[in-house]
């Protein structure tokens, strides 16, 4: 143990114990699916819906980042609204119109400027568009309102896209699916399939042999995915990092549990290490280091933020209840929660960290048919 994270060990020894009473008790409630728990995040996930969320929101000093963050936080709402409903189907009414809200901002031009900027060309304006991994994001976040809202009014958008897409994958593997030109990330894949597989079209064969090849892009070393490939070949081009590979267990959970399980338990022998009972997962794996990006958010001692946040979602999914209450203990912390009238929220977070969380933490493997 290093002297930074003794002195990180004293100060939680020092903790008033009330502290860490209240942090089980909340992880222990959101773990079980406790109502009170999990709507009193959703409101305040649902408030933020309904305001205006644009790229101006965000200060990273990036117009893509800044884009694809406004994209993240309407996606995560719907997604964790989503999940809320499933688990009190009675709460529909409550958080329909806020996911109506975010889809609607998803779908108009602007929100894939970012996109549309590195490619020259809006996607959805060609006939047969290439690339444009990041629409996976937005097809999936219509697939989830797609499958709750009676009055579904994007069909036309949400096939265009979830069709574009598949396309690619029908002539192509996975790894070959690029964000942006010249650049092909796993995470981006997974969610592509993962919007895939939520579509109501019959995609399975599809999708059952992309989720092969997603298995070559897979570090051997370590099972956790690859940060970035090359198209051509799958090649690494970033080796496994944190963010990403907990990033793709989370969303792989509804198309492929089993592979969602394998990256995640990779994740936890490779990454997760505790200091008392809090609970992190590093950005890289033991012997490999560096000093993280827009992905893994501020790393702290190594550890990092995103990559944290994100295995909340496949430890919950996957009966972990331990590491959950490690992890939604750091999380708590360094997310500085706090109450508010609707219920609470993370001050350190914005619109888009308080989405990612509710989203990651109401996660649960589908039920069996």
Not at 185 to 200: E, N, R, S, W
Not at 204 to 217: A, P, T
Not at 320 to 328: G, H, I, N, S
Request: with cysteine.
């Amino acid at each position: 143990m290093n002297t930074p994270t003794r002195l990180l060990a004293l100060l939680l020894f020092l903790s008033p114990p009330a502290w860490w009473w209240q942090t089980t008790g909340r992880a222990d409630a959101l773990f079980d699916g406790q109502r009170s728990a999990w709507m009193g995040l959703a409101d305040e996930v649902a408030a933020d819906a309904l305001s205006p969320i644009s790229p101006s929101d965000f200060s990273t000093g990036s117009a893509r980042f800044d884009g694809e963050w406004t994209v993240g936080t309407c996606l995560m709402a719907i997604v964790g609204l989503g999940h809320t409903i499933d688990r009190f189907p009675d709460t529909l009414d409550r958080y329909l119109r806020p996911m109506r809200t975010c889809a609607s901002k998803l779908v108009q031009p602007e929100a894939m400027d970012f996109g549309s900027t590195a490619w020259g060309v809006r996607a959805l304006d060609e006939p047969g568009f290439r690339g444009h991994a990041y629409l996976g994001y937005i097809g999936y976040a219509l697939g989830v309102l797609r499958s709750h809202d009676p009055e579904f009014a994007f069909a036309e958008e949400h096939d265009k896209i979830i069709d574009g897409l598949a396309a690619q994958l029908e002539r192509r593997p996975i790894w070959a699916l690029q964000t942006y030109p010249g650049e092909a990330y796993p995470p981006d894949q997974a969610v592509v399939l993962a919007a895939i597989a939520a579509h109501p079209g019959d995609h399975r064969v599809l999708v059952e042999r992309s989720l092969h090849q997603f298995r070559k892009i897979i570090d051997p070393s370590t099972g956790l995915s690859y940060q970035a490939v090359r198209s051509d070949t799958g090649a690494r081009v970033d080796g496994p990092r944190g963010s990403g590979a907990m990033f793709s267990s989370l969303w792989l959970v509804d198309a492929s549990p089993e592979l969602s399980r394998e990256l995640y338990i990779a994740g936890r022998s490779e990454l997760f290490e505790t200091v008392l009972t809090l609970g992190a997962m590093r950005e890289y794996p033991r012997g490999e280091g560096g000093w993280g990006d827009i992905d893994s958010g501020p790393l702290i001692l190594g550890y990092s933020v995103s990559a944290t946040g994100f295995a909340m979602g496949p430890a919950a999914a996957h009966g972990d209840r331990a590491t959950f209450r490690a992890l939604y203990r750091s999380s708590h912390l360094f997310g500085l929660a706090y109450p508010t009238t609707r219920g609470w929220r993370y001050a350190t977070g914005l619109s888009l960290g308080n989405a990612i969380l509710l989203a990651a933490i109401t996660t649960r493997t589908p039920p069996v048919e």
